[in-house]
Each structure stands twice: as C-alpha cells, then as structure tokens.
C-alpha cells in the first residue's frame, strides 16, 4: 500500500501537528493514502509560506498505514553507487 508525505527540500517531513521535523516518529508523520489529500495540504502550506520548497512523496506503508520512512543518508548512499552493468 502506498501513502504519501509531504517533504521540504531540507528534508523535513510534516507531522500530524503541522510542524516540520528532522527525525519523526512515523506514528506523527502526517500522511495521506489519497494523493489529492496531500495536495490540498500542500496548497495550503504554500498559501502561508511561499519560500517553502515542499514536494509530495510516495512511501511505502505498514500494516497499519504507516509511512515507512528511510532517511535520506541511505538513498543518497543508493544513488551515489555506480550501476554494473
């Protein structure tokens, strides 16, 4: 199943409390399973901050739809290594 996020540039996620956090617990991050959600979410968060660079992201979800986060050290690590073909 998939949720999606929302994530600044900086990468700070948002939190059910609409504040940006370093290192949440996915159990406050704020998340969607409707990609139209998250949008309104981000309309608003422009409509109040225009200098925010804040994109939406498509993460994985547990049984219990919670987004599955990985931190950004290990994806940068992933695309960093050269393919081998």
């Known amino acids: 199943m998939k949720v999606y996020i929302l994530k600044t540039q900086n990468n700070l996620v948002l939190n059910k409390n609409f504040e ?3 290192e949440p ?3 406050s991050v704020f998340s969607s ?3 139209d959600i998250a949008l309104n979410q981000l309309i ?3 409509a109040k901050d225009i200098s925010l660079r804040v994109s ?3 993460c994985e979800a547990d049984s219990k739809s919670r ?3 990985i931190p950004s050290e290990k994806i940068a690590a992933n695309s960093a290594q050269p393919n081998a073909a």
């Open 33 to 35: 399973p409707h990609r």
């Open 44 to 46: 608003e968060i422009n």
């Open 67 to 69: 987004p599955i986060l």
């Open 20 to 22: 940006w956090c370093s």
């Open 56 to 58: 939406i992201v498509e």
């Open 25 to 27: 617990h996915r159990d």
